[in-house]
């Protein structure tokens, strides 16, 4: 059977609430593999909420569904306060990535407190932004950013995840609406060990199941690179 855009492969897939500092309940879902323990785990940021950014954001949908029983990674997902999706509606209103930072240390205490092994964050645009300002927790093994704006997250957020000192990996698209290839390159080049992937042809939302594949691919080789790359039929 080929993979497709719709494709959802077998994993244990369970509804959770994640409760941050400040007296919210946000709603998620954790998926992992069906019959084995995870080895890594990505922890995801979804893109802005209020232009339509939710956990179901579809890059992140199609890694829940995929890479539990592709690549045997814990993929966990949740709406930052204020966020509806199919799961429901976290607590809280929109802070514009300051009052997340308690949403991101939220997930974080559910992956440490549940044994969730290696976790790494995965953000997606505004996600980028959380996981650069704060996402420096000494659990976290690295970053994958999708389309990093580099708006809210500063210079100065650059230079403290280049002390961090935790892989940082960029892929940016060719046609992104905010920062392009040769741009990111110069912004993270204040990280030394970053890494910036210029991806051709790709728009900021990774519309095409050609460049989800591309991104799925990119995530697995640093995560569980046992598992790359990934196939296209199972």
Request: proline residues 9%; glycine residues 8%.
């Amino acid at each position: 059977m080929e993979i497709r855009a719709s494709t959802v492969l077998p994993a244990r897939r369970t509804d959770i609430e994640l409760h941050t500092a400040d007296g919210l309940t946000l709603v998620g879902e954790l998926a992992v593999p069906e019959s084995r323990p995870p080895v890594a785990t990505l922890i995801c940021l979804h893109p802005l909420p209020t232009h339509g950014g939710m956990m179901d954001s579809h890059v992140l949908r199609k890694a829940a569904n995929r890479l539990p029983a592709l690549a045997d990674l814990a993929v966990l997902r949740f709406n930052t306060r204020g966020t509806s999706s199919e799961r429901g509606t976290s607590e809280g209103t929109f802070g514009d990535g300051v009052a997340e930072r308690w949403d991101v240390a939220a997930a974080l205490e559910y992956a440490e407190y549940h044994e969730l092994p290696r976790p790494w964050l995965l953000g997606w645009s505004f996600g980028t932004e959380l996981a650069l300002r704060w996402g420096r927790d000494p659990a976290v093994e690295g970053a994958i950013l999708l389309s990093p704006p580099l708006h809210r997250a500063t210079d100065e957020d650059l230079d403290a995840w280049a002390e961090f000192g935790r892989p940082l990996i960029a892929l940016v698209p060719e046609f992104d609406d905010y920062l392009r290839p040769d741009e990111a390159k110069k912004r993270f080049a204040r990280v030394p060990q970053a890494e910036v992937i210029g991806v051709p042809g790709a728009k900021h939302l990774w519309v095409g199941e050609p460049y989800v594949r591309i991104v799925l691919n990119e995530i697995v080789k640093r995560v569980n690179p046992a598992a790359a790359p990934l196939p296209t039929e199972v």
